[in-house]
């Protein structure tokens, strides 16, 4: 089945400074990459997603890049505010079977 | 339109009891996917039900739990005999029929405590 390994665990950064958490996947068969963010006691909140036929999508602060060569993803937020921090989750979803696996999570904290 | 509910929000079970844990999907939706947050940890998938059908429960542990999408009415995730290691936030996700590969939605959750 599909393994996902996401890293730094943890992430602390300057306020205005940029992040970049990064996950692998071992499923060749997967095609869609969600990132979603948790808020303390929060349900997960999808923030971008990206399909495997495209490499890279963008929405304001907000990027995710997609190597399918090298079964890697990134998530890279600029600009960091502080109600960036939360714990982010990438995730894979085989074509097989459309289960979703999440990697352990980054703990981002944005410090003002 | 109604975002997925779950409910309880909260539960509070002694060792030994059973759990039952309700899911809505959003409307229009008809794929329910359950999954376990222990604390401080990441989402683990648990199960993939369509109406009437168990599609994957690889994720689910073979003993005490089990999970059903019926016709009408919501999901249920079942918990028999809880454990304290049972402890954990449950939130199930939704999406709509399949047409390439959806995005999932997710409900507040339940946390579940056992005593």
């Known amino acids: 089945g599909e393994n996902v390994e996401q890293h730094p665990s943890t992430l602390s950064v300057q306020e205005g400074d940029s992040a970049v958490i990064k996950c692998t996947y071992s499923?060749?068969?997967?095609?869609?990459f969600p990132w979603y963010k948790q808020e303390l006691g929060k349900r997960p909140q999808l923030i971008i997603d990206?399909?495997?036929?495209?490499g890279e999508k963008k929405d304001q602060r907000i990027a995710v890049t997609l190597n399918k060569t090298a079964k890697h993803f990134s998530l890279h937020i600029t600009e960091t505010q502080p109600e960036d921090s939360a714990v982010y989750f990438c995730?894979?979803?085989?074509?097989?079977?459309?289960?979703?696996?999440f990697g352990a999570g980054t703990r981002l904290t944005v410090k003002p | 339109n109604a975002g997925v509910m779950q409910n309880p929000r909260h539960l509070v079970r002694r060792r030994g009891q059973e759990a039952r844990l309700r899911c809505s999907p959003m409307?229009?939706?008809?794929?329910v996917y359950w999954y376990r947050q222990l604390p401080e940890e990441g989402l683990k998938f648990m199960v993939y039900?369509?109406?009437?059908?168990?599609?994957?429960e690889s994720g689910m542990p073979k003993e005490r739990f089990s999970a059903e999408f019926p016709k009408e009415g919501p999901s249920i995730l079942r918990i028999q005999q809880v454990v304290r290691g049972d402890s954990a936030a449950y939130f199930c996700?939704?999406?709509?029929?399949?047409?390439?590969?959806?995005?999932?939605?997710f409900g507040p959750g339940t946390r579940l405590t056992v005593l």
């Open positions: 996700a939704s999406s709509p029929p399949l047409r390439l590969v959806n995005e999932q939605f």
């Open positions: 499923d060749s068969a997967s095609n869609y």
């Open positions: 990206i399909r495997s036929n495209v």
């Open positions: 995730a894979a979803v085989s074509s097989n079977n459309n289960d979703m696996r």
């Open positions: 409307k229009g939706h008809s794929h």
């Open positions: 039900l369509q109406k009437e059908n168990i599609i994957d």
